[in-house]
């Protein structure tokens, strides 16, 4: 495959980026299904090191990773020197130009390298230099519209051939992935219909996804009171009301403790209003499962002013939008792949 010129590497990584967002695979948090094809590609080409690599224009994330726990005698040097490396620190993140995954993205096709000493190109390659790599085989992974992600790859610390079994091999075992990527699409479209309800809420409601808090969705009473801002982006940059009342610190102890968070009747000067109001903020964590980790934080604001506090009817009301949201997660909906295909959070009517 020839390879791409500039331009079309740049738009399809902003490409990739774009469809990691929506299906929540934009983060380097562990994912025990990733962590689980990696063992296996470890397994089968008994290699020291294996990777599912999701790469956008930016950065590499190893969502999957299997190293051998290191004991101090274990640790590698590149030049086999002492100890300068030690595995089980490995990061689950990389610079987008690093290592060898961004070539099989970039070529579309497997690459195997026996000895990268032989390749001029990847000699000097920071993966090289900083860990010692001597081969690899890496190949692409696919979702089932047939978009390369990132890859699947192996590595040795050691010269060593990638014979037609082996590469065979990681082709198919990088296929099983297709279906992990088909149901996360068949979860957000039901999403849709949950999200039917929210959009005809009657208070501002926003869902949240991961540390930064990037806007993944808000309904149109979210975005009339406090500001319709781009999908996708960190919320205390975009909704700076939001973030001086102290919302995001509730949105931050909701996303580290596990545990469903309030802002207590808080002045806001509403974009809707001429008159400030108050208002109850309740966040809840969100979960794909009860084991999963936390993937992000939805919060339903209600109006109190002149009440001191959120009347039964609204709070029954927040109470049913998040219990139907939680067994959505809880029925398997992939972490963080709660966004929506819109140009703008809260533009809904």
Known sequence: MDPL????????????????QILGLNTVEAEATFDRVARLAAGFTQSPLAMVNFIDDERQMFRG????TASPEDRVHPEGGGVAFDLSELSREAPGDHGFCPHVV???????LDDVFDYPRFKGNPLVNDLGVRSYLGTPLRDHTGMILGT???ADFKPRTWDRGLREG????TETLLSEFRLRDSLLAQ?????????GAPFPIMLTEGPDHLLRYANGRQGAAFG????FSPGRTVLPGLESLGLFHALDEAFRTGRPSQLSCARVATHDSSVPQDFTFLCT?????PSAPISGVLTVAMNVTGQGRPGAEQQAFAANVQERFERLGAAGLPGGAQGRRMENAGNHH
């Not at 990773?65 to 051998?68: D, E, H, R």
């Not at 990681?170 to 075992?173: A, D, I, K, S, T």
């Open 191 to 199: 999403q849709q219909e949950l999200f039917a309800v929210f959009d």
């Open 65 to 68: 990773m299997y190293v051998p």
């Open 170 to 173: 990681m082709q198919e075992l």
């Open 228 to 231: 319709r801002v781009p999908q």
């Open 285 to 289: 964590p969100v979960r794909t499962s």
């Open 106 to 112: 970039a070529q579309g096709s497997q690459l195997a």
């Open 152 to 154: 699947v790859c192996v």
């Open 5 to 20: 010129s500039s331009d079309q590497a740049r738009l399809a990584g902003e490409q990739r980026r774009l469809r990691l």
